[in-house]
Each structure stands twice: as structure tokens, then as C-alpha cells.
């Protein structure tokens, strides 16, 4: 009884604080308590934010939390539920930090054997500005906030983006090819496996 008052007392003062961790250069988390913890005997219900944002913008989100409950087992220690509310937050925050704009480069292109020769016989018209062969660089660019969707075993991600294809020349300048508009649903399942929290990415359209 004691540890539980003791508890309790803890968690009053921790909804007053906020506690903000640092994920990486780009995003933070608030895990700040929401409510009041739920103390019974065999268990205690944490309710935490889970709010990601921009490092050092705490902007207000465009989503709003929905409550969910875990489904009452007891033959582990230890439950965690993360919330579609946890993962529209995360893609919102690391689309509005840029985390999806990318630059593929030469270097990489040139592993993969990727120039305009290539897509010379894909698109005609580029064979038009391009006869002799030339490396290229690749743009990714997301046009819009990635939408994350939990299912019942795995979750999907719809990307609407852009990529834009730049030969470039002997002079180390690049010229615009074209760009190609994007629109990607992806479904990700995870498991584990040898104990590590594995990932798989599955495209379905």
C-alpha cells in the first residue's frame, strides 16, 4: 500500500511536468502523463502523450488523440500500446522537418548503373537532350503529409511525393530531365525474430 500511495504521489506531480525526450537531430517526443494513472492491485495504466514534433517547434499537430484500451492479458510483466495518434504526429513532424526530401547522388547512382541512357529507352524525349550517356541525380521530395493507417497486424503508409531525374554534364553542372509525380501505399508489418524487432515493407500500389 505504501509503494502504491508512494506512486501515485509521483504520478500527481509528473502530470505537471513535462517531459520531453529528444529522438534525433530532427524530432522530440512529449511522454508527458496525460491523465491520472489507473492504480489497481495486480496492475497500474500509464497513459502517456506520445506526441512527436519538429526539435524545438512544438507546433500544435493537425491530428487529434483517440483513446484506445489494451486488451486485458496478465501473463507478462510489461504492455505497450502505441496509438495511430503516435505515428500521424511522427510522420507530421518529420515531414515538416524535411526528413523526406532526399538526394540520391552520382555516386550511388553510378553503383546501381543508373543514367540517361537508361531512361533514354523509358522516355524518348530525353534521348533528345541526352545522346552521349550521363550519370544522374535523383530528387525525392514528399508533397504532402505522409497518412499512417493501423490495421490489424501491420500498418499502411500512403506517400504522395515527387521525383525529380538531372543528368549530369562534364562541366559538373546538372540539367533537369523530368520529374515523375508519386503516389506510393505501402503495408509494413512487424515481428520478431531472434529477438529483434524486425520490419517488412510490402508495396501494394
Known amino acids: 500500500k505504501i509503494i502504491s500511495v508512494?506512486?501515485?504521489i509521483l504520478c500527481v506531480l509528473s502530470t505537471t511536468l513535462t517531459a520531453v525526450m529528444q529522438?534525433?537531430?530532427?524530432?522530440?517526443?512529449d511522454y508527458s502523463l496525460s491523465s491520472l494513472p489507473a492504480v489497481f492491485q495486480p496492475f497500474i495504466d500509464l497513459d502517456l502523450k506520445?506526441?512527436?514534433?519538429?526539435?524545438?517547434n512544438s507546433t500544435d499537430c493537425p491530428y487529434v488523440a483517440a483513446s484506445f484500451t489494451i486488451p486485458d492479458?496478465?501473463?507478462?510483466?510489461?504492455?505497450?500500446?502505441?496509438?495511430?495518434?503516435f505515428f500521424q504526429t511522427s510522420s507530421f513532424a518529420y515531414y515538416t522537418a524535411g526528413a523526406f526530401n532526399m538526394t540520391i547522388a552520382e555516386e550511388t547512382c553510378s553503383y546501381f548503373n543508373i543514367n540517361t541512357e537508361i531512361f533514354s529507352s523509358i522516355i524518348p524525349e530525353v534521348a533528345k537532350y541526352s545522346v552521349t550517356p550521363y550519370p544522374v541525380m535523383l530528387k525525392l521530395m514528399s508533397t504532402e503529409i505522409p497518412i499512417i493507417s493501423l490495421q490489424q497486424d501491420s500498418f499502411t503508409a500512403e506517400i504522395q511525393g515527387s521525383m525529380e531525374v538531372l543528368a549530369i554534364l562534364p562541366d559538373s553542372t546538372?540539367?533537369?530531365?523530368?520529374?515523375?509525380?508519386?503516389?506510393a501505399n505501402t503495408s509494413i508489418s512487424l515481428n520478431i525474430f531472434d529477438q529483434k524487432l524486425m520490419g517488412s515493407l510490402c508495396l501494394n500500389r
Open 6 to 8: 508512494f506512486l501515485v
Open 23 to 29: 529522438i534525433d537531430d530532427l524530432v522530440e517526443v
Open 50 to 56: 506520445g506526441v512527436v514534433f519538429p526539435a524545438g
Open 73 to 85: 492479458q496478465s501473463d507478462s510483466m510489461l504492455y505497450l500500446a502505441f496509438s495511430e495518434y
Open 174 to 183: 546538372t540539367r533537369s530531365l523530368f520529374t515523375l509525380s508519386i503516389a
